[in-house]
């Protein structure tokens, strides 16, 4: 006898209803799936007014009458994409709200709030969430919540984009995105917002386009606006807006040209106890200063292209250029902008600059254990590593710890169960070690997690990819701009198991 | 000095103190009156009755004042309609300033009061601003064209914007192509049939010029409608492709994710054996993996997204695994779904790997994230088979931490593993007894008892351990209950002397004791069974569970396919389709993926073989519909109850519910259903699958036998009534016995009292017996599906031959096949899979309440575009038309009414294909003539072909 395979799914114990459920069901009317339009007899449905309105479909399943049962005079469904945007504080405040429609009660933001509570950490609250009406998608970013309420089906990352770019907006104008600067500044960011979206398109992104609208605040104008009455408000279309190249304005001017590039690497990556490792990727970024008059058109090159895996360019790059001859060239934005970013994920090429010697014992007795760390430099390419700083997710029952560091200091904060040693330079001569012991809670068992280690680390003067700058060369300008290339490496994700 | 002053008024008279200053006479106090205002409003204050003043603020040459009063009015129109009305007069002004910037500002304010009085006033300045001189303007007046429409669709087509909005795609401006698009897009979604975007490969190739040209939001909109044309071949395919590819570059990932839904849907298109798929497959890998290490947010809906396309295309991301590899500190939705994909990943390349990594976050803290690595190793011992061994003995290790919840996780995953691997870790039962006392949580129990019941021979004190499950039976939840019930009626079996009084008392505690009725039923069941027939019982309850297949989890295919077509979209992340969205689906169109074009051969397509490839063994019946559907079908069966005389067959497993379990029904259920009843009670180890297949495998199989019933009956009455039997045409051979080693199979398709059926005779030309025959159907144009299993219940001996009459259902998937009627057939034995494709008549399709009301079919006939009409010979037919009529009549063509002109008979007709499609034709009979002409009319035109095929064939038979 032969049977046939049944679909299981292990995440998702579904169990057809059973007789109670059902009869449940129908008294609550919960658990049926919403959809436009229900048949319900033969020939008789139910439908909303998406459903009547659209003649085609109508005479397609026969439908010869309408009746209109709906409540209100205005109840049609918005398609406008963002609708609202709420910000909020860690402590579950609101403290600004913008609709680019209708005005939506706060209360739908109880939802998030809701998840916002049962996520251990703020960071842990899930981006998107759908409540009966909305969704809601939000960002965590610089301790503040960026929620946006939506109605329509839209790329949620079209909007998770856009909520970062207003963080980095409010950034680039204020210096700081945090709820005081933003309160400083109410009516600003409130007009910014506004110009930066019309009906749930994106206006004005470009922060050249949007300085010319708004200007950003300085002392010396909010100063001069007090004694002539004048506005921070641009009353001219900006330049760059349309023409093909929105991210420059025209008629930039500088009397000192130049032209600063800033590789910066953050190696990803996941060690094993013993060392070994797990994983290891860099994530590349080059960061450009560019204050150079008139139209510049610059190319940079790379001694070595080949090494990257993938990249994304600033919408600048001239993506034909890179495909054919592997350098970069560009009409650059006037300031300060990410030029590319670039991924390196080939093992082989991803050096590991320290190690850890770790050991960490509990007493088979509960009462407290022994910790004992050194770190050392591997692959340093000659560099010094410095700024480096141990974090160890300690068990949950370690109540204190009592170590001696002989180099750097260290702190305990019991409520996180985070140790943080902060080690500075590291010397290859004399190696920083940190033992001593450890205190559980009273008749708490041994620990059954192992503890995880997180490094931070900074390299001055390396790309540790060995990606090199080759040269830079402007057209189109006659001046000659100061041109210079930094290279830094840091330590990204960089964990290693206990 | 900041703007925080705004804030601080004092909280006696607010708003009066406001108004007082709004109305000022100077500038200066006006605009911070005005500001305040703002600052109140953005934290949701209420000052709406500001209105009056504020707009009195509206008429100034200052522009921030402007644009402070105009935000102001966008968020309180709606509220306040009349006061709006006020306002009317400075927009159509400001339309007229000749700074543009003021020109948009307008326009775009005016388009944002949603009040419908004003929307009159709009058209003029934004008929006006739609042809600017100014980009700018045009651009944002583009997006008002979109904002009118949701407040007035009518007036907006009335006034030609719509028209206009189409010229705009042309426009000089990449801005202005692009918020055109957008503007199109979005009103073409809430009319899903009205055909706006018109894509052709001309504006097509516009649009991928503004691509390049315009900014990363408008690339987005660009690409998303460039994801809804349909190329026409591979060629155009590749080459839309080759201009998308530039954009996986780009930094913003909403636009690289839009990018990759293009080239994954257009991919399908193209030969799997071209150079550039390949190349193409490569360029994808790189942009998914940089999605990573962007912001935890977009991660997830990054990894959401992957998660479809691993499914789809594994080969992409095979390379990856490392990069899912989680990292302690990355949120724990990322957790989550990077464990999810490094299950779809895991092969036995690299299963080692995974499972040293899997084990690692097995020790972690969070215990949601512990929990489901716990079940990620057992899926990798489904998956992988050659990794359950290792996976047995790391969930043992585990099992030895006793940390409390995963030891609960781990014998719910054993419980699956022996399932898909009976007889060969059941060494592990004792370490497993060993837990007992510590499980709390209601699944890891039942898994327990299952496991308990399913080896009680071998576990020497079963009865023990089950009685001391028996104590607390009624705190115990449902599920327990169930399994508890189950497992000490396997145990009776297996162990009648010692275990009599344990099941008495289980039988009498879920019958006797229990409200809830779906233990009551189990518990009777049993119990009868018992009584009458301990042989019978003993075969149904210990019957041979089905396997549990490998890939299990995977998203079925066709919803698979639509969710690729709608990749960065919500659908994507939620793993639904749009239209199971409570607001903003994209109506009632779905979405499928192009099917490949070009050099295409039929039988082999990569369709057939994945659906009949896999497990090999499964067949569309018994997929777990998902909870919609299922309580659909449910709703369905209770309306349409068939109308025969005696006591209603059970239907499903929910009304055997209602049924007297004590009368004489029960017997005979028990005697027809042995086996796929005894499956699912029996077998339910996984109770979600057992239980969840009843309904859909059930009235399955027990129509079959009733629908040939019910087709004796009218053709009895057919007998009297009728004087001619529908037409069914000759049994041809479909696959020859060379092409499938010895298995001959020969058929034809019937509709018998509205039932379709496929009839067959299998025969066995080869020299071995053949057993365990099952079918299966690709998707086709009407959804044709068996509705049961394959009927083939003895073995077929070499040389005998057996005919079968499969019941067809018409609510399987759909694809449009070429020729429409084309039907793509795969059928197993113990020998191999075979395909075949066959065509059937389409008058199977024509269902029997096809008779149009006269009325109707005039206005029908009158409202079917002309082009929509074909016409067609039937030549040497000698039938006059009373006779043709009839026999038309048999196979469900209705001739609604018959007209004679000078000595032309012209009858009119009405057909209605069971997916309620209306055929309407007109057949003109000369007399004297053996030439007839049929003109068809049909909305889909696609079918006309096939109709008149098939009324040639009825006539001439």
Known sequence: MSHEAVRVDPDMEYLTPGVVDLEQMFWTGLGATYTHCNQVWPNLYIGDKKTALEKPGLVEMGVTHIINAAEGTWNNVSTEMIHSLFLVNPSGDIFLEKHWKSVVSRSVCDYFLEAREKALDPEDVPPVISTPHHYLISIYRDKLFFLSVIQTEVPPLFVIEFLHRVAEMIQDYFGECSETVIKDNVVMVYELLEEMLDNGFPLATESNVLKEMIRPPTILRSVVNTLTGSSNVGDKLPTGQLSTIPWRRAGVKYTNNEAYFDVVEEIDAILDRTGTTVFAEIQGVVEACVKLSGMPDLTLSFMNPRLLDDVSFHPCVRYKRWESERVLSFIPPDGNFTLMTYHVNAQNLVAIPVYVKHSINFFESGSGGRLDLTVGPKQTMGKTVEGVLVTVHMPKTVLSVSLNATQGSYTYDNATKVLVWDIGKLNPQKLPNLRGSLSLQTGAPKPEENPSLNIDLKIQQLAISGLKVNRLDMFGEKYKPFKGVKYITKAGKFQVRM | ?957
Not at chain 2, 43 to 49: E, Q
Not at chain 2, 178 to 192: G, K, W
Not at chain 2, 241 to 252: D, G, I, K, M, Q
Not at chain 2, 873 to 901: E, G, M, P, Y
Request: glycine letters at 6%.
């Open chain 2, 1 to 957: 000095m900041t703007d925080s002053k705004y804030f601080t008024t004092t909280k006696k008279g607010e708003i009066f103190e406001l108004k007082a200053e709004l109305n000022s006479d100077k500038k200066e106090k006006k605009k911070e009156a005005v500001k305040k205002v703002i600052a109140s409003m953005t934290v949701g204050k209420d000052v709406s009755a500001l209105f009056p003043d504020v707009v009195n603020c509206m008429q100034t040459d200052n522009l921030e004042l402007k644009k402070l009063v105009y935000l102001y009015l966008m968020n309180y129109a709606k509220s306040q309609p009349d006061m709006a009305i006020m306002a009317v007069n400075t927009f159509v002004k400001d339309c007229e300033d000749p700074n543009p910037l003021i020109r948009a500002l307008a326009v775009r304010t005016m388009g944002c009061i949603r009040v419908d009085k004003i929307t009159e006033y709009l058209c003029e300045p934004l008929r006006k601003c739609l042809k600017d001189e100014d980009p700018y303007v045009r651009k944002t007046a583009a997006v008002c064209v979109a904002k009118l429409h949701d407040i007035n669709a009518q007036l907006v087509e009335d006034q030609g914007f719509l028209d206009t909005l189409k010229d705009l795609i042309s426009d000089s401006n990449p801005m202005v192509v692009a918020n055109a698009v957008a503007a199109l897009s979005e009103i073409a979604e809430s009319h899903p049939n009205s055909n706006l975007l018109d894509l052709n490969p001309q504006s097509i190739n516009k649009l991928l010029t503004a691509l390049n040209e315009c900014t990363e939001w408008g690339q987005i909109f660009i690409l998303d409608c460039l994801a809804n044309y349909a190329p026409r071949d591979d060629r155009e395919s590749q080459s839309i492709c080759e201009r998308v590819t530039p954009r996986l570059s780009h930094a913003n990932s909403a636009v690289v994710l839009s990018a990759v839904k293009v080239l994954m849907k257009f991919m399908e298109m193209l030969p799997k054996d071209l150079d550039y798929y390949g190349t193409l497959l490569k360029k994808l890998a790189p942009p998914l993996v940089t999605l990573l290490s962007a912001e935890p947010e977009l991660q997830y809906v990054a990894l959401r997204n992957i998660n479809l396309i691993v499914q789809k295309r594994p080969e992409i991301l095979k390379h990856e695994m490392k990069v899912f590899f989680v990292k302690y500190n990355d949120p724990i939705y990322v957790k989550l779904e990077k464990l999810d994909i490094m299950i779809r990943l895991a092969s036995q390349a690299n299963i080692a790997q995974v499972l040293a990594e899997l084990k690692e976050y097995a020790t972690e803290v969070d215990v949601d994230f512990v929990r489901k690595a716990v079940r990620a190793i057992g899926r990798c011992a489904i998956k992988v088979e050659q990794s359950a061994e290792r996976c047995v003995s790391t969930l043992l290790d585990l099992i030895q931490t006793k940390v409390n919840y995963v030891v609960q996780e781990a014998i719910v995953v054993i419980k699956d593993i022996f399932r898909k691997y009976p007889n060969k870790y059941e060494s592990v039962i004792a370490t497993l007894c060993e837990n007992l006392d510590s499980l709390d949580e209601p699944e890891a129990r039942a898994a327990m008892i299952w496991i308990v019941g399913e080896y009680a021979e071998r576990i020497d004190n079963a009865d023990e351990l089950l009685e001391s499950f028996l104590e607390g039976f009624h705190d115990e939840s449902t599920q327990v209950q169930l399994q508890l019930l189950t497992a000490i009626v396997k145990l009776f079996l297996k162990k009648p002397t010692e275990t009599q009084e344990l099941v008495q008392q289980v039988l009498s505690l879920a019958t006797q004791d229990s409200d809830n009725p779906d233990l009551r039923d189990r518990g009777y069941i049993y119990w009868r069974l018992l009584s009458t027939d301990p042989v019978a019982a003993k075969e149904v309850v210990l019957a041979e569970k089905p396997l549990i297949s490998e890939e299990t989890d995977l998203i079925e295919p066709t919803l698979l396919e639509e969710l690729i077509c709608h990749i960065g979209t919500l659908a994507s992340v939620y793993h639904k389709p749009p239209s199971a969205f409570v607001e903003g689906s994209r109506g009632v169109m779905h979405k499928r993926l192009p099917a490949r074009t070009g050099s295409g051969e039929s039988t082999e397509s990569p369709d057939v073989g994945t659906i009949a490839g896999g497990s090999g063994t499964e067949t569309a019946p018994s997929i777990i519909p998902s909870q919609g559907d299922l309580l659909g079908d449910l709703l369905n069966l209770d309306l349409a109850p068939p109308t025969t005389t005696g006591p209603p067959p059970p239907t499903s497993g929910m009304q055997m519910g209602g049924m007297d379990l004590l009368g004489g029904g029960l017997d005979s259920l028990m005697g027809d259903e042995s086996e796929p009843l005894g499956g699912d009670i029996g077998g339910s180890a996984a109770m979600g699958a057992g239980f969840g297949a009843v309904p859909a495998v059930m009235p399955a199989s027990l129509n079959a036998p009733m629908g040939g019933g019910l087709g004796d009956l009218f053709d009895l009455g057919g007998g009297v009534g009728m004087p001619l039997g529908a037409y069914i045409p000759p049994k041809t051979v479909w696959l020859p016995a060379m092409k499938a080693k010895g298995l001959e199979i020969s058929g034809t398709f019937a509709r018998r009292a509205g039932v379709i059926q496929m009839e067959l005779t299998l025969t066995n030309k080869a020299m071995s017996v053949m057993t365990d025959f099952a079918i299966q159907f690709n998707r086709n144009s009407f959804g044709l599906a068996p509705a049961g299993p394959l009927q083939v219940l003895s073995p077929l001996s070499p040389n005998q031959t057996i005919e079968v009459s499969l019941p067809l259902s018409t609510v399987g998937p759909v694809m449009k096949m070429e020729p429409l009627n084309n039907l793509q057939v795969a059928v197993k034995n113990n020998i191999d899979v075979f395909y075949f494709s066959c065509q059937y008549p389409i008058s199977m399709l024509f269902v029997e309440d096809g008779k149009m009301e006269r009325q109707v079919f005039l206005a029908t006939w009158k409202d079917i575009p002309n082009e929509n009409e074909s016409q067609f010979q039937i030549k040497d037919c000698h039938l006059n038309s009373d006779a043709a009529s009839n026999k038309l009549q048999a196979s469900n063509i209705f001739t609604i009414a018959k007209r004679t002109v000078e000595g032309q008979d012209m009858l009119y007709m009405s057909i209605k294909l069971s997916n309620g499609i209306w055929v309407l034709a007109e057949l003109r009979v000369q007399t004297g003539n053996p030439n007839y002409t049929i003109s068809v009319k049909c909305r889909a035109p696609e079918v006309s072909q096939c109709v008149f095929q098939c009324c040639e064939a009825v006539l001439k038979n």
